[in-house]
């Protein structure tokens, strides 16, 4: 990456979310680990078609957090943000723990689906 990426003259925070474990510690050295969190998104999704994905409930949440759980005004004021326009966001006081809750989560679903070849639907009915 561009060295160019690490001078920033607006305080800014990359929020890392992707399924990818490892992606805030791969980020971190880029961006800066005092501006980088970690994150888990939850939310229930089919492929309704090809290019169409369509949620399947209301459930949708978001959490993230600094791994040294050190407080961060920024990330409240984001929090705030997110509750005022009704999102289920919050900051989560262990994302590391979060996101390995969220690792086994995903395994556990994958496993069974792939086991009984069906969506989670027909196999917890």
Same mark, same amino acid.
């Given at each position: ?8 003259? +607006?305080?800014?925070?990359? !929020? !890392? ?12 050295? %880029?961006?800066? $680990? ?11 999704? +089919? %492929? ?11 459930? @949708? ?17 984001? +929090? @705030? @943000?997110?509750? @005022?326009?009704?999102?289920? %966001? ?29 969506? *989670?639907?027909? *196999? $917890? $009915?």
């Amino acid at each position: 990456m561009s060295p160019t990426i690490r001078h920033r003259s +607006v305080r800014s925070t990359s !929020c !890392c979310s992707r399924s990818n474990y490892g992606t805030r510690k791969s980020v971190a050295p %880029i961006l800066g $680990a005092d501006t980088t969190v970690g994150g888990v998104t939850y939310i229930a999704t +089919v %492929i309704g078609s090809p290019g169409v994905i369509r949620h399947t409930s209301a459930f @949708a949440k978001i959490r993230f957090g600094r791994a040294d759980k050190k407080p961060d005004p920024a990330l409240d004021a984001f +929090v @705030a @943000a997110g509750q @005022a326009a009704k999102l289920d %966001i919050d900051l989560s006081a262990d994302i590391e723990r979060e996101r390995w809750e969220k690792f086994i989560f995903l395994s556990a679903m994958a496993g069974s689906t792939a086991t009984f070849r069906s969506s *989670i639907g027909p *196999i $917890a $009915a």
